[in-house]
């Protein structure tokens, strides 16, 4: 059996060339992607304006909050602060106290004891009611305000309530979240959106 050799100078010899030019580009192409650091963010992305607007965010989730209870004994324990997570969007997260029991004495009665820790049992799931209604409302007015930040991501509150005397219809958790731009849609609608519509946009969850 006779091998023929190509000529150097020949068409196949130079096709050759160019296919193996060719794949020695993709690789080195391919190993530079593999090492290549991420990219710090989104393109075009203003962290520093969105950590600005974070911080006016946690500035009137927490006005919001004091005036919510602001004739009656309420102590926020841990002020809101926001972080973003890349990918979900802007969490802020705060703990609040929903009822304070009053300051109690070695010289306060028992009887006196027993009426605050039943007064703070009363109290605290109308206050949760309250709070629940106040998030959603913080998420409406405020979260169309985050202009950095994609519609397809999103804007969630955490409150952690203290709850020291254990009770079961108050969770330890109440999460408010939704989508920038369904928020967007529902202040485009001009007037102050209903409760049943808030709800539709702004999900809870309490654990």
Do not use: W
């Amino acid at each position: 059996m006779r091998l023929r050799i190509a000529d150097p100078g020949g068409a196949g010899t130079g096709r050759g060339m160019r296919i193996a030019a060719a794949l020695a580009v993709a690789l080195l192409v391919g190993i530079c992607a593999a090492v290549a650091p991420p990219q710090a963010g989104a393109p075009g992305r203003d962290f520093a304006a969105l950590k600005r607007q974070m911080d006016q965010f946690d500035r009137r989730l927490q006005d919001a909050l004091l005036k919510m209870f602001e004739a009656r004994p309420f102590v926020i324990l841990g002020e809101p602060k926001s972080t973003y997570l890349e990918g979900f969007g802007v969490v802020v997260h705060a703990e609040l106290n929903l009822y304070p029991v009053a300051v109690l004495s070695p010289f306060t009665s028992k009887q006196a004891l027993d009426n605050e820790i039943k007064l703070e049992q009363e109290q605290k799931p109308l206050r949760l009611k309250e709070l629940r209604n106040r998030l959603r409302e913080v998420l409406a007015e405020q979260g169309t305000a985050l202009t950095q930040l994609p519609g397809e991501e999103n804007v969630a509150i955490v409150i952690h309530l203290f709850n020291v005397r254990q009770q079961a219809n108050i969770p330890g958790q109440v999460v408010a979240q939704a989508r920038r731009q369904a928020l967007l849609e529902l202040k485009a609608r001009g007037a102050a959106p209903e409760p049943a519509a808030l709800a539709r946009v702004v999900s809870l969850r309490e654990f």
